[in-house]
């Protein structure tokens, strides 16, 4: 049997007052692109800062390949293949875009392995192989993105978790970073696609969920949800 990447079951996380969790459900199966979809609000970031050990839940458990991580530290749950690349890109600027990807390989011990990893980027990303030696900072905004992703590329993930990866984007970019991430997970790396752009989301995505209050409210298959009124009114439009 194939083991889900990831198995979420009944989590809760507070911040003080604030309930963001309330038991939310949720998988990944192995080599899936799956959106989660939701408000301002919602919960999105959260989910992801809990799987990833950035963030303590106070109940329910998180599963990566059948082995409980709920209390796992952020390093270790890189080191498991679970990487998160958060809103905002985060990339360092004022290194090059090959010293950023050579960070991407910090957990990593064995230096021709990042080299190799590397060289795939470059094949996946052939404007970063051009820019190899540009200041991050100089890159367009999708192309900071596709370094983002690049760089968590580099770290060997089973799991890649992104978070808005649209956001700020011209349509043409979103798609090509779209198409991006297809291509790395023919390559068989699952991935968690946290997105406001549901409609891109749900183009690629195999499933979804859309969250409210921190609770699923519905999930199924993208084409399902896609043609979901509740999905299209909220998140579609028209
Ligand atoms: P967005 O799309 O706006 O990023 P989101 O779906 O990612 O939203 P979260 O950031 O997970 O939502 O927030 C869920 C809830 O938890 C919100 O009510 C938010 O105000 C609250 N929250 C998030 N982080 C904190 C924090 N550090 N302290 C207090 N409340 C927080």
Redesign the pocket.
Known sequence: MVRNVLDIKSLEVT??K?E?LKGLELTVGDKEIVALL??????????V?AISGVVRSRAGTVTAYGEDITAATPWSIVERGIVHVP?GRRIFSRLTVHENLQLGGYTVREGTLVDKRITRVYEHFPRLAERRHQQGGTLSGGEQQMLAIGRAMVAGPRLIMLD?PSMGLAPLVVAQVMDAIVSINQSGTAVLL?E?NARAALKIAHRGYV?DS?RVTLTGPAAELRADPQVVEAYLGA
Not at 38 to 47: H, P, R
């Open positions: 911040y003080g604030v963001a939701g408000n301002n609000g919602a919960g999105k970031s959260t989910t800062s809103e808005e946290i406001q969250i921190g």
